[in-house]
């Protein structure tokens, strides 16, 4: 069975440097993994994805995530954090096909003016 | 339409009802699917539908939940005889089509059980 880890509940960092928002993955096969972002009030909204070829991804608003199947992480990255970014972030990872997604706890991030 | 669409948004039930949970996916997308998400945690999976077929009901937490999508579009969630712990955001998505792709989400029903 496919899981996922977001060991951090919560991450704060100032505006302007950069971020990360960790994630870890335990699937058989190959994965799918995912980030969403969920503002408040609001519904999740996609970022980015991994299904294969690069292990650099990008996705909306300058973020970006790693693959690196070694360590089964997939960790979520922007150069520097914009006040906005502030959210609830989700890591999530689906089997070979696709179909069932499984979602991590979610990250808190603050970013902080 | 512009998006996914739920309704109602807001639900408040007695212990002991049935409620019904409506989606309605963005148009043409072939797959959707149900997710439950307790206050402070992530999605978690229902359910899921291939046009109208249920592919998987693994994450139905017992039989007192069930899904329709009769005409590969709108969708139903039906939660019978609720009980205080059904309390929870229930969250619908879509996609264009199968397999790994981008899901489109909804903006939920939160359903209290009272």
């Known amino acids: 069975a496919q899981s996922v880890a977001q060991p951090e509940d919560q991450v704060n960092v100032a505006e302007g440097n950069p971020l990360t928002v960790k994630c870890t993955y335990s699937?058989?096969?190959?994965?799918?993994l995912f980030w969403y972002v969920q503002y408040p009030n609001r519904g999740l909204q996609f970022l980015l994805k991994?299904?294969?070829?690069?292990?650099l991804v990008k996705g909306s608003y300058g973020f970006e995530a790693e693959f690196n199947k070694s360590q089964t992480s997939f960790h979520l990255k922007k150069p520097s954090a914009l006040v906005s970014d502030s959210a609830l972030y989700f890591c999530?990872?689906?089997?070979?096909?696709?179909?069932?997604?499984?979602f991590g706890a979610g990250t808190r991030l603050f970013v902080k003016a | 339409g512009a998006g996914v669409s739920q309704s109602p948004r807001y639900k408040v039930t007695k212990r002991g009802q049935d409620v019904a949970l409506r989606c309605d996916p963005i148009?043409?997308?072939?797959?959707l699917y149900w997710y439950r998400q307790a206050l402070g945690q992530g999605p978690e999976f229902l359910t899921y539908?291939?046009?109208?077929?249920?592919?998987?009901k693994s994450g139905l937490p017992n039989d007192r939940f069930s899904a329709e999508r009769p005409e590969g579009s709108i969708s139903t969630l039906t939660i019978q005889r609720t009980e205080q712990r059904d309390s929870a955001m229930y969250r619908c998505?879509?996609?264009?089509?199968?397999?790994?792709?981008?899901?489109?989400f909804g903006p939920g029903t939160r359903l209290l059980v009272l």
């Open positions: 998505a879509s996609s264009s089509y199968t397999g790994a792709v981008t899901q489109y």
């Open positions: 699937v058989s096969g190959n994965p799918y």
């Open positions: 991994y299904i294969t070829g690069d292990n």
């Open positions: 999530a990872v689906s089997d070979t096909g696709g179909f069932k997604t499984i």
């Open positions: 148009s043409g997308h072939v797959s």
């Open positions: 539908f291939n046009y109208e077929a249920q592919q998987d």
